[in-house]
């Protein structure tokens, strides 16, 4: 009991004091339980165990074949949770200070050219079952490729982010913490269009006596706005519409497309940065590794010597 006490604990506090999104408490409540589970089964607990019990689960996380991002991000909720209960006094010492993570393997995002990207958006203008479906979709692809929001920033996206035809459209991401991105021309017009159908749906609402949405893309469901999900397979089937292949698209490739583009095109990396919300330049960088191998490739194909 005590184990669940203090994992409930930590819970409330990521969420209270850092602003941790639901999804993220659900993945440390599981990789948690998982690490608890295994202190069980060797009759310890989170108030007990020692260095040397976080580098065995370690070692057994490894021989489960879990991968390094998946290890290293367990790691980080085990520190994080000790953290938390030597500040709270819960604990008079933190186990896992000290301990290393097996890192993350440094792959290249995926992307899609700006040809594939064009394809989509086009495909978009047609995806729908009524022409309001297809406006909503429009929108939805205009605003992802236009701003490089993740999945999660767009379907929730408030209505008052986008009165009024903006020119930037303010973000709130993770933690809580707002930026505001500029819209492309074709992205405003999708919006302002997109809108003022908008606007006709729920008058008709209010006119049966339903509540407004706050959300920008209203929905039916519980959450009470589109579903990550659902525009995931949302942007699958567009992409079999458009020609692209659906094995390439998802919505993160359509965010790395928003900065592999723009950074091609000569735009500051520090402005990507902000646009995407990265905390960190170092995670922005990764994408000057996708243009070297992208100029690579080019010398290999176009190169005269480079058949030798």
Not at 8 to 15: K, R, T
Not at 70 to 83: F, G, H, N
Not at 84 to 111: C, H, M, V, W, Y
Request: charged share 25%.
């Amino acid at each position: 009991m005590n184990d669940i006490y203090w994992i409930s604990a930590f819970l409330e506090a990521q969420a209270a004091e850092r602003g941790a999104a639901h999804n993220t408490q659900l993945a440390y409540a599981r990789d948690l339980r998982d690490y608890t589970e295994w202190l069980s089964a060797r009759e310890h607990s989170l108030s007990d165990a020692s260095r040397k019990d976080v580098e065995d689960y370690l070692i057994y996380a490894d021989a489960q074949g879990l991968s390094r991002a998946t290890r290293a991000r367990r790691l980080s909720a085990i520190k994080q949770l000790y953290r938390f209960t030597f500040e709270e006094g819960l604990r008079t010492d933190n186990p896992a200070i000290q301990i290393s993570g097996p890192g993350r393997d440094k792959r290249l995002p995926k992307t899609l050219s700006i040809e594939e990207v064009d394809l989509l958006l086009d495909a978009a203008t047609r995806y729908g079952r009524n022409r309001d479906d297809c406006l909503r979709n429009t929108c939805l692809m205009q605003l992802l490729y236009a701003t490089g929001m993740r999945v999660s920033e767009l379907v929730s996206l408030p209505l008052g982010a986008a009165k009024g035809d903006p020119r930037m459209l303010l973000i709130r991401g993770k933690g809580g913490k707002e930026r505001m991105v500029p819209l492309s021309p074709p992205a405003r017009e999708a919006l302002r269009l997109w809108l003022a159908t908008r606007e006709e749906r729920e008058a008709a609402n209010r006119a049966k006596g339903k509540p407004p949405s706050p959300y920008l893309f209203a929905s039916r469901g519980k959450a009470g706005h589109l579903t990550r999900h659902a525009f995931y397979v949302m942007i699958k089937e567009i992409a079999v519409a458009g020609g692209v292949s659906p094995s390439k698209v998802t919505p993160h490739t359509l965010r790395h497309a928003f900065a592999t583009h723009l950074l091609a095109n000569g735009a500051d990396l520090r402005a990507i940065q902000t646009f995407l919300g990265h905390a960190d330049i170092a995670t922005t960088e990764i994408y000057t590794h996708v243009l070297e191998e992208r100029l690579r490739e080019l010398v290999l194909e176009h190169h005269p010597m480079a058949n030798d």
